[in-house]
């Protein structure tokens, strides 16, 4: 069963009516963006045909592709992208709270890393295509599908992907952290793997624009994501994202999955705004 978080204030999810200025800027924006990405995939497909001949799993080149895209998206939008901290070069994985779409890029624009989702998300219309192509593992959250997806992350963890999952299990309106679900963590506690991964930490912290409803980027619960790119897209003023890089841990340096997840689960949620730390 997927679980999807709905708690939060249902007027945030409402949008103003764009007006004529507004819809100038979406389509300003909209069509500059679209055809970054478009590009993107283009060359990434290119690419990819002659890296997966030659490299199997590894990618050593569309990786910046994607960085490249995803930083511009945001030169396009004009929000600031800020950071903070280092990422790891070690082997392993990074988790960190999910509160938009725009966590892709913001994730995206500065570490080489491959999404964990939902097996949903592959079908998506232009998101599924996109997700495909820069290597996003997809999980069916089933038991008896659980060796072979653990499987599936050993081999991609042994090829040097970083992957990168939201242990919340679902997005919220970026005011809170839910408590970290650690089902996934079991993973990187395979005798094969265990002693040679490190998990990173990191918090996404979203900024709205000036007079704005702190949960403008936030995109949960029933919400329609052209409804809110439409929005974003019309927004006067952006606010900005910024991204915190926590130091890795070992993941031999705990005893079973849950101390991981409570561990990692604090540390992200430390590094919220004092008004964003509560876990519900």
Not at 171 to 191: E, H, I, N
Not at 274 to 279: F, G, I, L
Request: net charge positive.
């Amino acid at each position: 069963m997927n679980f999807t978080w709905n708690d939060g204030p249902k007027g945030a999810s409402s949008a103003a009516p764009l007006g004529p200025v507004g819809w100038l800027r979406v389509i300003a924006r909209g069509g500059v963006l679209a055809g970054v990405l478009v590009s993107g995939v283009v060359l990434m497909l290119v690419m990819r045909g002659v890296e997966r001949p030659l490299f199997g799993l590894g990618r050593p080149w569309t990786p910046h592709i994607t960085q490249w895209v995803c930083r511009a998206a945001f030169v396009i939008l004009g929000m600031r992208h800020e950071t903070r901290g280092q990422p790891m070069q070690a082997h392993g994985a990074v988790v960190a709270n999910h509160s938009s779409w725009l966590d892709i890029f913001a994730l995206n624009a500065r570490k080489r890393i491959y999404f964990v989702s939902k097996s949903e998300v592959a079908g998506w219309p232009g998101i599924g295509t996109l997700a495909r192509i820069t290597g996003t593992v997809f999980i069916n959250r089933t038991p008896k599908e659980a060796k072979a997806q653990r499987d599936m992350f050993e081999a991609r963890l042994k090829a040097g992907h970083k992957l990168l999952f939201f242990p919340e299990g679902t997005s919220t309106d970026g005011m809170r952290v839910l408590p970290f679900k650690s089902t996934l963590f079991q993973a990187f506690f395979s005798q094969n793997i265990i002693h040679d991964l490190h998990i990173q930490p990191v918090t996404v912290i979203y900024h709205a624009p000036p007079g704005q409803d702190a949960r403008f980027y936030g995109w949960w619960g029933d919400m329609e994501f052209g409804t809110h790119l439409l929005k974003t897209l019309a927004a006067r003023r952006q606010g900005k994202v910024t991204v915190l890089y926590h130091p890795p841990v070992r993941v031999d340096a705990f005893p079973d999955r849950k101390a991981l997840a409570a561990h990692v689960e604090q540390v992200v949620r430390a590094a919220m705004p004092e008004d964003r730390r509560a876990a519900g």
